[in-house]
């Protein structure tokens, strides 16, 4: 069974940029690569999605190698609100022609002062 | 526009009891899911319905049952509930299905507690 791998932690300090990478060996052709935060006691919230190359958006930019096994999501000049869990999120097509939503374990960030 | 609703916002239940979580959403999707995070975890998909009268399992549907009651509606029941089912229970929804690269709106959560 596929699954992303992520960082378990970072750290980093206000105004560096940040980033984050997840592996997904084993992406289908037809899967895009999805990028959430989640602060405590909230619901997941979208940041950014794309399927290959560069995505970019007011908030980050998503990084997409030619082969797709992997995806970098890059926070620019972080701030403190920026301290969150940061997960990943990929299709899994299954022996069985099923498919799967399959979460990252999640990053933890913390941001410094 | 209130997007996605759960209830109860938490629930005790003792085992062997059963509840249904409802999840609604006002925002025309098609597809919704069923997800369990337990503590310091990340999210787990539990059944997904990728349209309305449609649903199917994800990685985690032993001892959960859904119904999309409609195009709004998606619940949740806990025939048995047992103490491996504490955790918190996010309802999602997409317009289409997610796999495919359309952004899902997440409710607050309920937050189970099996004794």
């Known amino acids: 069974l596929a699954k992303t791998t992520q960082p378990i932690s970072m750290d980093s300090y206000e105004g560096q940029e940040v980033n984050i990478t997840c592996s997904h060996n084993?992406?289908?052709?037809?899967?895009?690569i999805t990028w959430y935060q989640q602060f405590p006691s909230q619901g997941p919230r979208f940041i950014i999605q794309?399927?290959?190359t560069k995505v970019t958006n007011e908030v980050a930019s998503l990084f997409i190698p030619a082969d797709r096994k992997s995806s970098t999501l890059s926070l620019p000049r972080v701030s403190l609100s920026d301290t969150a869990v940061y997960y990943c999120?990929?299709?899994?097509?299954?022996?069985?022609?099923?498919?799967?939503?399959?979460f990252g374990s999640g990053t933890r960030l913390l941001v410094r002062p | 526009n209130a997007g996605v609703t759960q209830t109860p916002k938490f629930q005790v239940l003792k085992t062997g009891q059963s509840m249904t979580l409802q999840c609604a959403q006002d925002?025309?999707?098609?597809?919704m899911y069923w997800y369990r995070q337990d503590p310091g975890m990340g999210l787990r998909l539990i059944y997904y319905?990728?349209?309305?009268?449609?649903?199917d399992k994800g990685e985690v549907p032993n001892g959960y049952n859904v119904s999309r009651l409609n195009k709004r509606e998606f619940s949740l029941r806990l025939e048995s509930a047992a103490p491996s089912q504490t955790s918190v229970y996010f309802c999602?929804?997409?317009?289409?299905?997610?796999?495919?690269?359309?952004?899902?709106?997440f409710g607050p959560g309920t937050r189970l507690t099996v004794t």
């Open positions: 084993n992406i289908a052709t037809n899967d895009y």
């Open positions: 925002m025309n999707h098609n597809s």
């Open positions: 794309g399927y290959k």
């Open positions: 999602a929804s997409s317009e289409g299905t997610a796999d495919v690269g359309y952004e899902q709106y």
């Open positions: 319905s990728a349209s309305e009268g449609t649903t």
């Open positions: 999120l990929v299709g899994d097509f299954r022996m069985d022609s099923s498919y799967k939503l399959i």
